[in-house]
Nanobody, 120 residues
Framework: VQLVESGGALVQAGGSLRLSCAAS????????MGWYRQAPGKQRELVAV???????NYADSVKGRATISRDNAKNTVYLQMNSLKPDDTAVYYC???????????????WGEGTLVTVSS
């Protein structure tokens, strides 16, 4: 299984973008999926997470500006970011908790990241 992110870009402050992350390899079951980010010189931090049933949780720093969603049929998770700020500049990583068999253990996968740069 691979997670492939897309949608990172250079945007101006106040702009918007939508990140996508697709899981390839026909995983048996995708459980919780999420987006994390890592800014230069900082630790990786949670941005948003969504359960298979659609329950969501957001970091305080993005609440009201970000929306995480998923399409279980496409094994894809999205992150819509609005009112972007320079502080949102980071590499954004997709995360997925995947079962390969019914009742099997959950394995955590990470994408390679997509760069979001917000200019002031």
């Amino acid at each position: 299984v691979q997670l492939v992110e897309s949608g990172g870009a250079l945007v101006q402050a106040g702009g918007s973008l939508r990140l996508s992350c697709a899981a390839s390899g026909s995983p048996f079951r995708l459980n919780a999926m999420g987006w994390y980010r890592q800014a230069p010189g900082k630790q990786r931090e949670l941005v948003a997470v969504i359960t298979r049933g659609g329950h969501t949780n957001y970091a305080d720093s993005v609440k009201g500006r970000a929306t995480i969603s998923r399409d279980n049929a496409k094994n894809t998770v999205y992150l819509q970011m609005n009112s972007l700020k320079p502080d949102d500049t980071a590499v954004y990583y997709c995360n997925a908790n995947i079962q390969h068999t019914s009742g099997g253990a959950t394995v955590v996968y990470w994408g390679e990241g997509t760069l979001v740069t917000v200019s002031s």
